[in-house]
């Protein structure tokens, strides 16, 4: 006999709702051959999970400065997650990308398209938030979201390369 101890669960095990496990035991005994079987059900779930990165190039500048986002989108959990769309209201009030699944570990960053001209004096705080449903289909949706910030100023600062104070008396 050589029994195999372990089972490590797979995307289809866990696709499957669980996992059946079957032994059987066989013998000889006199000239008959006798034998046993039984199996053990073990339930599996997934762990859906997505995350989201936003970057800015530069977070303090100038009023007329074009500023270069990008946002990454990473699906975190064991499953694949399907459905998924990136929105950012500052580029757009449709989904700017959007996948039919996003496997486990499957990353993607999206840089095109998304440059902004900083236009105003302050905070430009931006959100984006991507969604995305696990296999359970209508029984999970998931969300995340990231902010960044730009501050827009009216005047250049500068800084000196050596600055120095003299004091005369």
């Not at 999206?110 to 430009?124: A, N």
């Given at each position: 006999i050589t029994p195999k101890p372990t089972h490590t669960i797979s995307l289809d095990d866990v696709l499957n709702y669980g996992y059946t496990n079957i032994a059987t035991a066989s013998g000889l005994y006199i000239e008959e051959t006798v034998s046993a079987t039984d199996d053990a059900f073990v339930s599996t779930y997934g762990l859906p999970s997505i995350s989201i990165d936003k970057q800015?190039?530069?977070?303090?500048?100038?009023?007329?400065?074009?500023?270069?986002?990008?946002?990454?989108?990473?699906?975190?959990?064991?499953?694949?997650?399907?459905?998924?769309?990136?929105?950012?209201?500052?580029?757009?009030?449709?989904?700017i990308a959007s996948w039919t699944s996003l496997a486990p570990g499957d990353s993607y960053t999206?840089?095109?398209?998304?440059?902004?001209?900083?236009?105003?004096?302050?905070?430009?705080t931006n959100t984006a938030t991507v969604t995305g449903w696990d296999y359970l289909?209508?029984?999970?949706?998931?969300?995340?979201?990231?902010?960044?910030?730009?501050?827009?100023?009216?005047?250049p600062i500068i800084i000196p390369d050596n600055p120095s104070i003299s004091v005369s008396i």
């Open positions: 800015v190039d530069n977070d303090s500048v100038y009023i007329g400065t074009t500023v270069n986002y990008s946002i990454t989108v990473t699906n975190n959990g064991n499953i694949p997650l399907y459905q998924v769309e990136l929105r950012d209201p500052m580029f757009s009030n449709d989904a999206i840089t095109d398209d998304l440059s902004k001209l900083i236009d105003t004096v302050g905070t430009t289909d209508d029984e999970q949706e998931l969300q995340a979201s990231d902010t960044v910030s730009v501050v827009g100023s009216d005047r």
